[in-house]
């Protein structure tokens, strides 16, 4: 047939294109899905570009790899990859992996609650899923613990000014930015093009001038951003837009004064907004944060205790929300194909 790679893959919506291969990729070395995510990483990048440029991708979509795991606690491990990197964690990706594994039977459904393990390169993740009538209905997870680890730091930043930010880990670190301080501005679809300009633009200046780096996963520092504005929907804690840098921003070049939005809630970014009303005493053990994305989708978080990370003081926390399979497909790679590693465009990317 000419194809030098073929992948089946189950497409999931939380919001967000959140794809889930499920075949196509050799055995990948490594004793956990951290070494294994590594190895792919610093070995067989062609695959995560594939995936995620064009034709096969668009700037806004994540991919997951389903892979076998080591851990006798875990049914299954996986691979995040996005547009720049290799998450440790994420959550809407796995509750869309969660969701294809269960609706697909790859892992048994049981009605009308599932609960398995699943293997994360940042380590094992408990689901418990709500499932009826063949379908799941919700997939709550708990998180590896999450830390504010700046607190109402002033930033400089060109273009803009003085801008007050968070910096907080939510199993990827986070600047999060409360769009009130920007007259005009509202977290809503049509202001897309001005949420991801400010977006990129504070993100940059966090990424400059307060480096941080996760004490377990050296040069794990900052690689996106979540906004934030008081709930616009009665029984919300707060509506949010993440916003993913898709390439190096240069200050002193507009046209790289962006990045992709986030369609969906956004789980680790959730958990990373919990972690800082905790911190400043908003948000109480056992209280229930409803956080709605840009469409309106709803995650579910909770912080469940109080911990500690490496002298952080930290919260674990759960997330709950739903995905929707949207469709199966057999992505293939033309032995002539003259865009082996997929492509951009400067229109969208």
């Known amino acids: 047939m000419g194809f030098k790679r073929m992948f089946d893959a189950v497409e999931c919506h939380e919001g967000e294109e959140l794809r889930v291969i499920t075949s196509g990729v050799p055995s990948i070395p490594g004793n956990t899905v951290y070494e294994k995510m590594i190895w792919l990483r610093e070995n067989d990048d062609q695959f995560r570009l594939l995936m995620l440029r064009e034709p096969r991708g668009l700037p806004a979509m994540c991919a997951n790899l389903i892979v076998p795991t080591n851990n006798p606690e875990a049914a299954a491990g ?5 547009q720049t990197e290799y998450p440790m964690m994420s959550g809407g990706n796995v509750i869309a992996v969660a969701t294809a594994l269960l609706e697909t039977g790859m892992i048994k459904m049981v009605e009308p609650v599932t609960e398995f393990n699943l293997e994360a390169p940042a380590g094992l993740i408990h689901i418990v899923a709500n499932c009826e009538a063949g379908k799941v209905k919700r997939v709550t997870f708990k998180n590896v613990p999450a830390f504010i680890v700046h607190q109402d730091a002033v930033i400089d930043v060109p273009h803009i000014g003085k801008v ?21 501005l509202r977290l809503l679809p049509e202001q897309g093009r001005e949420i991801t300009r400010i977006s990129s633009l504070v993100t940059k200046a966090a990424m400059d001038q307060l480096p941080v780096e996760h004490p377990d996963y050296p040069g794990v520092g900052i690689t996106l951003s979540i906004m934030h504005e008081p709930p616009t929907t009665e029984g919300t804690y707060m509506r949010s837009s993440n916003v993913v840098l898709t390439g190096d921003v240069d200050f002193d ?9 986030d369609r969906g809630v956004c789980g680790t970014g959730t958990c990373a907004l919990m972690a ?7 948000l109480k053990v056992g209280d229930d944060f409803i956080n709605e994305g840009l469409l309106g989708i709803q995650f579910v978080g909770k912080a469940v205790e109080e911990t500690e990370i490496h002298g952080h003081k930290a919260i674990v926390p759960t997330v709950g929300g739903q995905c929707w399979i949207y469709g199966y497909s057999k992505w293939v790679l033309d032995e002539t194909d003259p865009f082996p590693n997929g492509y951009t465009i400067g229109d969208i990317w």
């Open 276 to 282: 800082v009303e905790h911190a400043k005493g908003r």
């Open 78 to 82: 996986f691979i995040i990859m996005e």
């Open 253 to 261: 070049k507009p046209e790289t004064w962006t990045g992709a939005l």
């Open 164 to 184: 007050t930010v968070d910096i907080a880990w939510g199993g990827m670190f986070y600047v999060c930015i409360d769009a009130t301080q920007f007259e005009g």
